[in-house]
């Protein structure tokens, strides 16, 4: 019974490890396409104001 306690937390601390990662991940992603996607809405306003 002792095993059966200790793998079901080795389980649920795997699980967390992997959501914790994966969210880690993505919202390193969505900063990274909001960055680009900043970066060139400014320059497009810089390449409109010259005009």
């Known amino acids: ?3 059966t306690v200790f793998n079901t937390l080795v ?3 795997f699980g ?3 959501t914790v990662t994966g969210g880690v991940i993505y ?3 969505a900063d990274w396409r909001d960055r680009r996607r900043r970066e ?3 320059l ?3 390449s409109t ?3």
């Open 16 to 18: 967390l490890l992997l």
């Open 40 to 42: 060139q809405e400014k």
């Open 44 to 46: 497009s306003t810089k």
């Open 11 to 13: 389980l649920v601390a």
């Open 49 to 51: 104001k010259r005009r």
């Open 1 to 3: 019974m002792e095993f």
């Open 27 to 29: 919202l390193t992603l």
